[in-house]
T-cell receptor
């Protein structure tokens, strides 16, 4: 699976959009970009995933650059409850992901009141 | 659905003791996983299972054993606990359908077990 690079921490004001970047310059053609988050002391929570098109769901939007070497997770109206560590994970889907997810250190997003 | 449940929530072990961390899921998922998370770090995969009776090692399997006798349960056994096994342990599950659309494989995580070995 391709390696990812994320900033260690970020701040965002409550009510503003939080934009979390991720670099994955070695991503291959059949690898997807996944985002999970982990609120303090809880298990990780799936947010969104994508291959090459932009994706949106009820939690967030995922913007993937045309060359697929980087992506941005957007939380449109951040709340205090969005304070968490956000993990960007790149992986292929052969075998259905049987061998688990590779978590780096992620980005600690702090929403300021 | 309760999702993925783990017991106990907290445990303190003495060096050399053994214990079993329990994990149960009620979503009829075929894949299950055990991860550990050390302070300030990401999760590391210990063991995984693609179905009842089938298990395989992940990145950090030493000192642990697993079994998968049913679809629902995936216990993790620690033999001869060591201080290096002090960590938070997360169980997760996902569903994979062979030949299905390979676009998700979202993993659902349990609340974790905080283990201290002294």
């Amino acid at each position: 699976d391709a390696k990812t690079t994320q900033p260690t921490s970020m701040d965002c004001a409550e009510g503003r959009a939080a934009n979390l970047p991720c670099n994955h310059s070695t991503i291959s053609g059949n690898e997807y970009v996944y985002w999970y988050r982990q609120i303090h002391s809880q298990g990780p929570q799936y947010i969104i995933h994508g291959l090459k098109n932009n994706e949106t769901n009820e939690m967030a939007s995922l913007i993937i650059t045309e060359d697929r070497k980087s992506s941005t997770l957007i939380l449109p109206h951040a709340t205090l409850r969005d304070t968490a560590v956000y993990y960007c994970i790149v992986r292929g889907v052969s075998g259905g992901g049987a061998d688990g997810l590779t978590f780096g250190k992620g980005t600690h997003l702090i929403i300021q009141p | 659905n309760a999702g993925v449940t783990q017991t106990p929530k907290f445990r303190i072990l003495k060096i050399g003791q053994s214990m079993t961390l329990q994990c149960t899921q009620d979503m009829n998922h075929n894949y299950m996983y055990w991860y550990r998370q050390d302070p300030g770090m990401g999760l590391k995969l210990i063991y995984y299972s693609v179905g009842a009776g089938i298990t395989d090692k992940g990145e950090v399997p030493n000192g642990y054993n697993v079994s998968r006798s049913t679809t629902e349960d995936f216990p993790l056994r620690l033999e001869l606990a060591a201080p290096s096994q002090t960590s938070v342990y997360f169980c997760a599950s996902s569903y994979f359908l062979a030949g299905g659309r390979p676009t998700s494989y979202e993993q659902y995580f349990g609340p974790g077990t905080r283990l201290t070995v002294t």
